[in-house]
């Protein structure tokens, strides 16, 4: 069977877990409800979407998730009308602070033309562009419930190129996730006073379908499985828009070390950790397809890689780009987990060991040759840009169930799900 076969189906869900010591005075009904979306990939982009209904009458929007993304927006051109729709003023105290934009539009009123709006800035991070929009409110529904009063940012593309461009062709906005005031886990979590608690299981392959089996549980099922290292904060802006003085939204995690069949790779601490000036550490992003390590953590890495893997008999081959280490995957034994490669531990502050196998470090480049997917980051930036030791990419997340838990900051992890017979469509 093949994993195209295997029903897909994903969840990102808030709020797991309700209280269980306060809960217990409570009927059952009155439990908070998780929200549970479906997540795709997009077989063309390989980016991973899912939906959303925006305003009155719904219309359903598919959105690229963006775990470092700020918030939600979607794009209004002028065919898109809602008559709950509710822009939010400028300087009043929805509109945050740090906001200076304030829109008007001559014309006539709809999403994408109001006066005296408070203005967002939309990022997508493929193009690497950042467009302005309008913050408003209106009802988004997810899973059949209606959240009202829910704020997101409209882009009317008209005049503009590049909004959607590298989004799935489908997609209509994206869907931040990071720990920020207007990201949906942290307004869903106060509208529906639910835990700030979210988890994001990415499909390997396109999935057919999906099952809401964590709609009412309260423990996952998996949880067993699953290590917790801190959520660390990265004191400097990593966004778009860079800003003095203002911490990172992103999930950031502290690598300690890196082990490659059980080896310790020669870094020193230094190169791992958040440095003053924002650089360094270890953020996951799920619009990233591979790992990405600056260059001084890839150079020793990808070398042991290579003397793990000739240990192990592996065959390699011509270079690739954008990789470097191939291998001829006739050389190379199968496992539950992808190919039987030497197998790389993350080891995490707290003592948490993320171990990264076949199925999430190698890519199929061509027919029989298989790559390491890391690369080469680069060197750390001089532009206000700050530039993490080490990105884990959305090929490393697949098949991987994680949870932000944005109260305790803290990050739970279950390595990859193969290694228990199950996968984000089934548990
Ligand atoms: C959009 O909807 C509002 C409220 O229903 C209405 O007043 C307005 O005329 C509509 N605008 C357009 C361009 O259809
Ligand atoms: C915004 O205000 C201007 C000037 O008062 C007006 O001409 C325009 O129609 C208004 N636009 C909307 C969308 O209400
Ligand atoms: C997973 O499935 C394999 C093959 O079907 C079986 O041999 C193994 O015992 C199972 N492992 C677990 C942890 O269920």
Known sequence: MTYSSVIHFFLFSIALFSVPCLSISHSPNSKPHPFLLPIKKD??????????????PQQNFNVAIDLAGENLWYECNNHYNSSSFHPIICESNKCPKNTHACSFCQGQFRPGCTNNTCGTTNYNPLAQVLFPGDLAEDVVSISQNQVFGVSSGCTNSDGFNGLLEKLPKSSQGIIGLARSQLA???????????????????????????????IGTEEHPLSKYMQTTPLILNP??????????????????????????????NLKPSLLSIKKDGNGGTRMSTMTRFAELQSSVYKPFILDFI??????????????????ACFDVTT????????????????????????????????????????????????????????????????????????????SNKFSFSSSLLLHNASCSNF
């Open 43 to 56: 077989p063309a982009t390989n980016v991973f979407y899912t939906s959303i209904g925006i305003g009155t």
């Open 332 to 407: 190379i034994g199968n496992s539950r987990t992808g190919l039987a490669v030497p197998s790389i531990d993350l080891v995490l502050r707290g003592g948490a060991v993320w171990t990264i196998h076949g199925a999430n470090s190698m890519v199929m480049v061509k027919k029989n040759v298989a790559c390491l997917g890391f690369v080469d980051g680069g060197t750390i930036g001089t532009m206000s840009f700050v530039k993490a030791s080490i990105v884990l990419g959305a090929h490393q997340l697949e098949e991987n169930l994680l949870m932000f838990d944005l109260a």
């Open 307 to 324: 003397k793990k893997a000739s240990d192990r008999r592996m065959k390699r081959v011509a270079s690739v780009a954008p990789f470097e």
């Open 236 to 265: 400097v802006d990593t966004g778009p828009e860079f800003e003095e003085g203002v911490p990172s939204t992103e999930h950031f995690i502290d690598v300690t070390s890196v082990k490659i069949d059980g080896q310790v790779v």
């Open 184 to 214: 949906l886990p942290t307004q869903l979590a106060l509208l529906k006073k639910l835990p700030p608690k979210f988890s994001l299981c990415l499909p390997s392959s396109n999935n057919i379908g999906f099952t809401n089996l964590l």
